[in-house]
């Protein structure tokens, strides 16, 4: 008799289904109880054969501590929001958001389904937000719907009436709650600075989602010069920065240039007088072991920036193009003129426009020379990341904070963690934070910031004094949802302020849906004593360093009726 595999699998399932085998009572008071719990699944990007690995790993876990007398809870989570998700549905459905347009409320998609097929921008039906919020919402409960057959057919000991999710009313109003208390905290601030900027996706992007990828360019040697004419050279990858130069930077301990540091030059074509400076940071091997400090080409642009009080000097617009008005420093007309030719570029045709211009001014010496560097890029994106400033939320994390960061590091060294080496990932990842968590995305599918900035008197929205909602009015959306808030003595209706689309970072949120979850399971800091936190190395600092502080209510609290 041939073995029927699919009816031998249908069988046992509806077994299980029938007597609950994995189903779990959460009760803490039981003896040996075990918290098994696996992050929330990326359902936005599409399965492989890895996904399955990976659970059954977890799963071999899980039946091993019933096996010792274990009462164990399972849980499955849908990460459902995210940058993956938006590009599913809008190459799905053939679609993009205009927030612009109104909302239709009789709105069918073009497409449903496009067999993979990535359909360009431009032949992509425009819609309003909340239409494509609908979509995504109708799409991620299909996905999960035909992941959820898949797990069962692989015959994972999960308690499936124990799920948790990343967006819907429960999970956004934890978020949202948490958000509303780090805010009153002084955990969570906003501030215009330089951050990471995805072209592409028009979004910020946090430390936690960069890679570092080879990126070919070219090293084009460029000549600054003193007053008298005398040149001093740098070498470049991006010369189409020249325009945002505010200093050449060396190391103290160059014998080169030590003799220069104090003393001005200028920039070619643009004639900017700029200083020549000192900082720890250069690199004497690199190129000519002098480079200039442009806001902003990389990181350490940055930090020179910020260590040496240097002029912001913007150029890239959040379309990574080049702006549009020459900027008030550049006061030369041939400079002014040459600005103009570049204005609007992409950094690739400004490029091409500069490195011209440089030849026939005789400051470029040589031809540019082959180079291979590495380069940010976000994980999901496949263009180097930009540096642009924009005004942002944050959440204190340790990067910026020694304190906090020690106390991190001392939560991690109570923790057991399999294989051990894995303990020195974490500590490298905490000891690696150059700065807080940026939890704001420009994105459409997520947890909308529960604010409102109320509108000056120029029509500006004066994100000083930001409006909250009360809790029991969660969730909400500021840019749906009215505030009706009186200050000091004048109500203000929803002429006098704005709400923002920005939503909260995917991670955050997977964090907070998987504590909200087990907050209804029980005590989190109980969990946490008896129970695993499966990770992967990727996501090791990304989720486990919040939940790490979650325990302690030193990093991100979770606390109240509903976690």
């Known amino acids: ?18 007597e609950k085998t994995f189903h779990v009572e959460i009760d803490h008071k039981k003896p040996k109880f075990y918290a098994l719990v696996e992050f929330p699944y990326p359902s936005g990007a599409g399965l492989h054969v890895g996904h399955p690995r990976s659970y059954t790993a977890l799963d071999v876990v899980s039946r091993k501590r019933r096996q010792n007398g274990y009462n164990v809870l399972y849980p499955m989570g849908w990460d459902d929001n995210g940058l993956p998700t938006e590009r599913r549905v809008q190459n799905y459905y053939g679609v993009r958001v205009d927030v612009s347009l109104p909302y239709d409320p009789d709105f069918k998609p073009p497409f449903e389904g496009t067999d993979g097929k990535k359909i360009d921008a431009k032949d992509q039906v425009p819609i309003s937000r909340k239409n494509f919020i609908e979509l995504c919402e109708r799409l ?15 015959g994972l000991s999960i308690d499936w009436s124990q799920t948790y999710h990343t967006i819907g009313e429960h999970p956004q109003r ?24 995805d072209v592409t996706f028009q979004t910020a992007v946090a430390q936690a989602e960069l890679e570092s990828r080879e990126y070919p360019g070219f090293y084009h040697k ?7 004419g005398t040149p001093i050279y740098i070498e470049t990858t991006r010369p189409e920065l020249l325009a945002a130069c505010g200093a050449l930077i060396a190391h103290p301990d160059d014998e080169r240039y030590k003799q220069y540091f104090g003393q001005y030059v200028y920039s070619p074509l643009f004639h900017v007088k700029v200083p020549i400076l000192a900082h720890k940071a250069a690199e004497m091997d690199k190129g000519a072991g002098i480079a200039m400090c442009c806001t902003f080409g990389d990181v350490t642009d940055v930090e020179w920036w910020r260590d040496l009080n240097l002029p912001l000097r913007s150029i890239i617009q959040r379309n990574g193009r080049i702006v549009m008005d020459t900027p008030d420093w550049i006061e030369d007309e041939e400079g002014k003129r040459i600005f103009q030719e570049t204005a609007g570029k992409t950094t690739f045709s400004a490029r091409k426009i500069i490195v011209d211009k440089l030849r026939e001014s005789g400051d470029l010496d040589g031809e540019p020379t082959p180079t291979k560097r590495m380069t940010n890029f976000y994980e999901k994106g496949d263009k180097p990341l930009e540096i642009v400033t924009s005004r942002q939320w944050y959440l204190k994390n340790g990067g910026t904070d020694a304190k906090l960061n020690a106390e991190l590091i001392e939560r991690g060294k109570e923790l057991e963690f399999h294989p051990d080496f894995m303990r020195v990932r974490y500590e490298n990842w905490v000891h690696g934070l150059n700065g807080d968590w940026l939890i704001s995305r420009q994105r459409f599918f997520g947890v909308p910031f529960p604010l409102w900035y109320p509108v000056n008197a120029s029509g500006e929205p004066d994100y000083d004094h930001p409006i909250t909602p009360s809790e029991d009015r969660l969730p909400i959306d500021p840019t749906i949802d009215v505030h009706d808030v009186v200050v000091g003595e004048a109500p203000h209706d929803l002429r006098d302020r704005v709400g923002l689309a920005d939503v909260r970072e995917e991670l955050v949120a997977e964090t907070l849906a998987l504590a909200g979850t087990l907050h209804e399971a029980g005590d989190v800091n109980e969990f946490h004593r008896r129970g695993d936190d499966p990770c992967g190395i990727d996501h090791l600092g990304e989720l ?16 109240g009726g509903e976690g």
């Open 544 to 559: 486990l360093e919040p939940l790490v502080g979650h325990v302690d209510d030193t990093y991100v609290r979770i606390d």
């Open 1 to 18: 008799m041939k073995y029927d595999y699919k009816a031998v699998e249908a069988k046992w399932q509806k077994v299980w289904e029938d």
């Open 174 to 197: 934890v978020a949202q709650k948490a958000f509303l208390r780090n805010l009153a905290r002084g955990e969570a601030y906003q501030k215009d600075a330089p951050g990471l900027w």
């Open 222 to 228: 460029v000549a600054f010069r003193f007053e008298d």
């Open 140 to 154: 991620t409960a299909q996905d999960e719907k035909l992941f959820e057959a898949l797990w069962r057919k692989l």
